[in-house]
Nanobody, 112 residues
């Protein structure tokens, strides 16, 4: 069974950068696609980016060109590099695989 734990959130000024990590337990991590989602306070959760087992990536239009998703299968980790952050990126960020539930997430706050 695969479990995912998010980390790396924090408070950053607009224009700054953060790198989120999604660390997986379990030996079958490399066969799963992983997605990042976010949920701003009081709003619905939305998809942000995905990476397949073959490292194909896709992004929501709102983050395209600013965020980069990558994976290191040797470390059982998926990263979300977030650059040029905007206040509207403020949210709790979650990673998820098709076979996992939702974790605790990691809070990202971007101040103007």
């Amino acid at each position: 069974q695969v479990q995912l734990v998010e980390s790396g959130g924090g408070l950053v000024q607009a224009g700054g950068s953060l790198r989120l990590s999604c660390i997986a337990s379990g030996s079958t991590f490399s066969i799963f696609g992983i997605a990042w989602y976010r949920q701003p306070a009081g709003k619905q959760r939305e998809w942000v980016a995905s990476i397949s087992s073959g490292r194909n990536t896709s992004y929501a239009d709102s983050v395209k060109g600013r965020f980069t998703i990558s994976r290191d299968n040797a470390k059982n980790t998926v990263y979300l590099q977030m650059n040029s952050l905007k206040p509207e990126d403020t949210a709790v960020y979650y990673c998820k695989a098709p076979v996992t539930g939702w974790g605790q997430g990691t809070q990202v706050t971007v101040s103007s």
